[in-house]
């Protein structure tokens, strides 16, 4: 089974409207950390935010907010006032396990943003 | 501060021949990991490095393998290229202590002809 799950290949927004990326993910590990990140068409990935899943408040970075329903183990992306630098890949990533040194993300598929004018 | 450098950033190899990539991480980060990027294949871990030991690895070959000196900086072999290899290569450092956010660097992008 897929750990993180992406359902939107691809997505069209309107400039300055909010838009929602959808991120599902599957773990029997009460302690995991789950991610966003940005990919432009450069390659480099930049973080967004992060939610543990001990956190009791969402999330927000800015314009960033993560919606994290941990019942139903989703972790939405929510980009308030999206703006044409907003147009790239998004990529949602989980880390399990509480352990010092697992570090290994595992993620999704991605969903690519494109802001129209 | 400098963030994570990762060099070269494009390579052309042929098949057969082996490939050295370089990672240096943020100054103070301890943890280095790899992960190879594909159309196909998606964002796939390889390994991780703490302290010059590898914690972590994933399922690829033993053809990639991987190092981390005293300074922290990494470097990843690739031996005997094939052309699935061809992928972008990404490191990302860490403190390596199990929370908080990994910082990437731009990436290796390795084609193999």
């Known amino acids: 089974a897929q750990k993180i799950t992406q359902t939107q290949p691809g997505m069209f927004v309107q400039e300055k409207e909010a838009v929602t990326l959808d991120c599902t993910y599957d773990?029997?590990?009460?302690?995991?950390?789950l991610f966003w990140y940005k990919q432009p068409s450069s390659g480099e990935m930049i973080f967004l935010i992060y939610?543990?899943?001990?956190?009791?408040q969402n999330a927000t970075e800015g314009r960033y907010s993560l919606n994290f329903q941990k019942a139903r183990k989703s972790a939405n992306l929510v980009i308030s006032a999206s703006q044409l630098g907003d147009s790239a890949m998004y990529f949602c990533?989980?880390?399990?396990?509480?352990?010092?040194?697992?570090?290994?993300?595992?993620f999704g598929t991605g969903t690519r943003l494109t802001i129209i004018p | 501060k400098a963030g994570v450098t990762q060099t070269p950033r494009y390579l052309i190899k042929t098949r057969g021949q082996q490939v050295t990539l370089s990672c240096s991480p943020i100054?103070?980060?301890?943890?280095v990991s790899w992960y190879q990027q594909t159309p196909g294949q998606g964002l796939q871990f390889l390994f991780e490095?703490?302290?010059?030991?590898?914690?972590n690895k994933g399922n690829f070959p033993g053809r990639f393998s991987g190092r981390q000196f005293s300074n922290s900086r990494s470097e990843m072999n690739v031996s005997t290229l094939e052309l699935g290899d061809s992928a972008l290569y990404l490191c990302?450092?860490?403190?390596?202590?199990?929370?908080?956010?990994?910082?990437f660097g731009s990436g290796t992008r390795l084609t193999v002809v």
């Open positions: 990302a450092s860490s403190l390596g202590r199990g929370r908080g956010g990994y910082t």
């Open positions: 773990t029997s590990d009460p302690s995991y950390g």
């Open positions: 939610q543990g899943s001990y956190d009791q």
């Open positions: 990533a989980m880390r399990e396990g509480s352990n010092f040194g697992n570090e290994k993300l595992t």
């Open positions: 100054s103070g980060h301890r943890s």
């Open positions: 490095y703490f302290s010059e030991t590898q914690r």
